[in-house]
């Protein structure tokens, strides 16, 4: 899945929140968008996906064809057709919960929404039962009555239900408890190994952030302000030295 951004500007008011000028992800990558309170990190991905309309510019969505080596198909723009639904997953916050249905029937009828029946949804669930850790199938629990924890995974793993190749989570780790962020990173980074998906998430958790991402890009006053090529790991001084309070 290929994502090209093209001069994409939001204003709020008077203040531009957004300024891209042109940021491009390629196939299986994993980004991780890092930047202060207010720099404009869920700004660009409700704009991603179409749930704010921009004031200028293009988002171009490239996803895989079939078979891998024919390349990518032509570029969709997902404020001018709804085909990238189909190939996205994303998790921004629990408005994107239907908090009146057990877990269970939320993912069965994401399944459904993706052309997944109940056995194939239950088996795919079962990928995630270390995540879950006992605490969200098989309670009869309705999800507004589980922990913030507990609705973030229920949030998270509907992204990867229908194996989307491009999945956006935007402060994935929140609420997490520390094991489950730990498995979180694994999970993440297995699926984007055994799909070859393109991953983009924000937090203000550096370590997992560096941990995971093949890339990282700093975002500041909705302007990405350096671009970071993470494969060795090897960001941790720039991003320290910028996030310094000394
Ligand atoms: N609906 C809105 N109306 C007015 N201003 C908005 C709206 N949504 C976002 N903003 C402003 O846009 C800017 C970017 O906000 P955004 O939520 O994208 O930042 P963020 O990087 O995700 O921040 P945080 O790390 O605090 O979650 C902020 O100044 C915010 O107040």
Known sequence: MLLEISNLTKVFGDKTV???HSFNIGNGEIVGLVGNNGAGKTTLFRSLLDLIKCDSGEIAM???TENEHEGNEPAINPAQSEEWKKFTGAYIDDGFLIDFLTPEEYFHFIGKVNGISKEETDSRLEEFSQ???GEILGQKKLIRNLSA???QKVGIISTMLHRPQLIILDEPFNFLDPSSQNYLKKLLVR????TG???IISSHNLAHTEDISTRIALLEHGVIIKDLDNRNRAVNKELESYFSID
């Open 18 to 20: 957004l300024d891209i």
């Open 62 to 64: 490239c996803p895989q």
């Open 131 to 133: 995540f879950m850790g």
């Open 149 to 151: 924890g507990n609705k």
């Open 191 to 194: 699926y984007n190994e055994e």
């Open 197 to 199: 998906a393109t991953i």
